[in-house]
């Protein structure tokens, strides 16, 4: 059954903590993105990576690290830097670049981190 | 950079009631464009989608929208909507300058009462 996993579900941090969100996906796709959802604010875009070993900062990125060691695989660290953490955290793939239809997005169920 | 604006951010219908949801978007070029759904407690899935072609699409459960080049809008509509559509809608634009990067209007609140 081929789709995006993320881990967990539900996560609680410490302020000062870094904390790290899975994301794992086995469509075989090149892309992979975060995004960061609140309320009122849509989803906005962290950090993404088009292929294994490169990734790019998304509009925000502060506070938040990532890697892309294997295809499948895209977690992200957020860090003591970032200063508002509690959110809802998104997780996608795409096909990646190339015919139109490779823009369409897949999401994971998503994280919902709270600093306590 | 390209925008997306969604205008209402929540909307109240009784069930049989029309719906249109709008997107506007700020790019001039070639753009392909989406619609999502986030349905309480499930991950986004993708409600529609235009790439080319024929302006007005339709996509799964009744949705259709309808690409206004000149107008840069994206706009969602269903004749008669139900209970079971309550759920938040996201409009989303990839744009030829972006890669295969997507932009998100900040979300519509859909809620049908019964």
């Known amino acids: 059954d081929g789709g995006i996993t993320q881990s967990p579900k539900y996560l609680f941090r410490k302020e000062g903590q870094n904390v790290t969100l899975s994301c794992e996906q086995n469509?075989?796709?090149?892309?992979m993105y975060w995004y960061r959802q609140d309320p009122g604010q849509g989803l906005r875009l962290i950090y993404y990576?088009?292929?294994?070993?490169?990734?790019q900062k998304g509009d925000i990125a502060e506070g938040y690290s990532v890697s892309r060691e294997k295809k499948e695989s895209f977690p992200l660290t957020v860090t003591s830097a970032q200063k508002n953490p509690t959110a809802f955290y998104l997780c996608?793939?795409?096909?990646?670049?190339?015919?139109?239809?490779?823009?369409?997005?897949?999401f994971g169920q998503g994280t919902r981190l709270t600093v306590v | 950079a390209q925008s997306v604006s969604q205008h209402n951010h929540h909307v109240i219908l009784s069930e049989a009631a029309s719906l249109e949801l709008g997107c506007n978007y700020s790019?001039?070029?070639?753009?392909?464009l989406f619609w999502y759904v986030q349905y309480p407690g499930q991950h986004l899935q993708l409600l529609l989608k235009?790439?080319?072609?024929?302006?007005l699409v339709k996509g799964i459960k009744g949705f259709e929208a309808e690409f206004i080049k000149s107008k840069f809008s994206f706009n969602l509509r269903k004749p008669s909507v139900q209970w079971s559509d309550t759920a938040e809608y996201f409009c989303?634009?990839?744009?030829?300058?972006?890669?295969?990067?997507?932009?998100f209007g900040g979300g519509t609140r859909l809620m049908v009462k019964p």
């Open positions: 996608a793939s795409s096909k990646g670049q190339g015919e139109a239809w490779s823009t369409e997005a897949f």
């Open positions: 235009y790439f080319s072609g024929d302006p």
């Open positions: 469509l075989n796709h090149d892309a």
């Open positions: 989303a634009v990839n744009a030829d300058n972006a890669g295969n990067m997507l932009t």
């Open positions: 790019y001039g070029g070639t753009v392909n």
């Open positions: 990576s088009q292929i294994v070993n490169d990734f």
